[in-house]
């Protein structure tokens, strides 16, 4: 995709504030604040918790409850089952009632998500997915919303969740349930706004390693055009449909296939902690030894050891220890 098709497919999200920069960093985007007076009601939904590929997406929206009524004239539904089409026009709904109508969306980078699943100790995507909700509640709260109900969508057990959430915020009367976004209006409302932006994302997706800035060092000719034709070769490499980026889509296997380096592995468009990358990277992969500083000043005292020092560790060595009984 060129850059020129890159901004048209993210031109006029507001929850993407510069489409021609890649996205690195997680980040939250939040609309007006509404000016009606509360109580609010407010919906949280996710989208690409599945996929292998791009961010994962959470979005809140709020509106007055005395607004309920004429929510449910508005076409909110889960936004899978709608079209992209219906759903952008649905996001310019979101925006079209200031006084009433309030959306956030927290966007976790697919870098940021991997680095979390294979830190150590590990931070689950359950754990991420209840942190980005913690911090859109905390957030709009902050923005002087009265908040008396909540309604949350989520897989797996919900009781456990649900008295999570309401240890967290007391005054605030949780509902946390599957299919949600089918149930209320106004988890279909956050359910859109998380769907958009995340599509937009990966519409146009810029890619991180082909827009490193210049170091300030002007390059010869051979280098420059060395550098041009390295980065039209791996653009070639990642040019083709990633589909929906879940690991069952045939688009998606297809791109993961032909966008592996094999030196390089692959773009930080790809979450590295999904098993399905795991796995390629493993069979198709050069195989990589990754050694500490610590461990290579061992490596090196040992080797470099002469004489009757040759065959003993660096530890026996620096301390002069000839055998266990000196300890």
Same mark, same amino acid.
């Given at each position: ?34 000016? #009606? ?22 979005? *809140? ?88 109900e909540v309604y949350v969508d989520a897989l ?21 349930? #599957? ?9 279909? #409302? ?79 468009? *790809? ?7 795991? *796995? ?43 055998? *266990?009984?000196?300890?």
């Amino acid at each position: 995709m060129d850059c020129a098709t890159e901004k048209v497919a993210n031109a006029g999200i507001p929850s993407i504030a510069d489409p021609s920069l890649p996205l690195i960093d997680s980040y939250t985007y939040h609309s007006p604040t509404p000016t #009606a007076l509360g109580p609010y009601i407010l919906g949280v939904d996710e989208a690409g918790r599945g996929p292998v590929l791009g961010p994962m997406v959470y979005g *809140v929206a709020y509106c007055p409850v005395a607004y309920k009524e004429s929510l449910e004239k508005l076409g909110f539904a889960d936004s899978k089952t709608l079209t992209a089409q219906v759903r952008s026009s649905l996001l310019e709904t979101l925006g079209s009632d200031p006084p009433n109508l309030g959306w956030s969306v927290r966007v976790l980078s697919p870098k940021a998500i991997s680095a979390g699943m294979l830190r150590r100790p590990p931070v689950n995507l359950n754990q991420q997915s209840q942190a980005a909700t913690v911090l859109l509640i905390r957030e709009v709260l902050a923005r002087g919303i009265q908040l008396s109900e909540v309604y949350v969508d989520a897989l797996g057990k919900t009781g456990p969740y649900q008295e999570y959430l309401s240890s967290l915020f007391p005054d605030i009367s949780f509902t946390v349930t #599957a299919k949600a976004d089918q149930k209320f209006k106004i988890v279909g #409302a956050a359910s859109v706004a998380a769907k958009v932006t995340r599509d937009a994302w990966i519409e146009g997706w810029v890619y991180e390693e082909l827009h490193a800035p210049s170091s300030g060092v002007t390059e010869g000719t051979t280098t420059a055009a060395t550098t041009a034709t390295a980065k039209a070769s791996v653009q070639t490499r990642w040019a083709g449909e990633t589909g929906s980026g879940y690991p069952s889509d045939p688009k998606t296997q297809a791109w993961i296939k032909n966008s592996l380096d094999p030196t390089f592995g692959y773009p930080s468009l *790809v979450r590295f902690s999904w098993a399905t990358i795991k *796995v390629v990277l493993e069979k198709d992969a050069h195989p990589v030894e990754w050694i500490d500083d610590g461990q290579a000043s061992l490596i090196k005292a040992f080797e470099s050891g002469t004489g009757r020092d040759k065959d003993r560790c660096a530890v026996a060595r620096d301390l002069s220890l000839k055998s *266990v009984n000196t300890l």
